[in-house]
Nanobody, 115 residues
């Protein structure tokens, strides 16, 4: 069973940066959209950013101008560069990949921003 392997989370001070990456452990056919969701304690999971196979991006209003979602199609890897981090960005971040047959989720990586 293909899994999504995430890396790059951690603890950072406000104003700092982190870069998340995510890649599948095996082959996923016809990947369309790759992106990131997050879930803070007591809140619903929300979309952070996504990018289609044509390069079209979509960002939550709260991260526009600070986060950049990119992908390497040759490696089927998606990245989330997070700059100017704020305490309210603290959450578990989940990688999401939509293929032609099904959707995949990563196990989640914790991002904690201290004030």
């Amino acid at each position: 069973q293909v899994q999504l392997v995430e890396s790059g989370g951690g603890l950072v001070q406000a104003g700092g940066s982190l870069r998340l990456s995510c890649a599948p452990s095996g082959t996923i056919f016809s990947i369309h959209t790759m992106g990131w969701y997050r879930q803070a304690p007591g809140k619903q999971r929300e979309l952070v950013a996504s990018i289609t196979n044509s390069g079209s991006t979509n960002y939550a209003d709260s991260v526009k101008g600070r986060f950049t979602n990119s992908r390497d199609n040759a490696k089927n890897t998606v990245y989330l560069q997070m700059n100017s981090l704020k305490p309210e960005d603290t959450a578990v971040y989940y990688c999401n990949v939509k293929g032609i047959y099904r959707e995949y989720w990563g196990q989640g990586t914790q991002v904690t921003v201290s004030s």
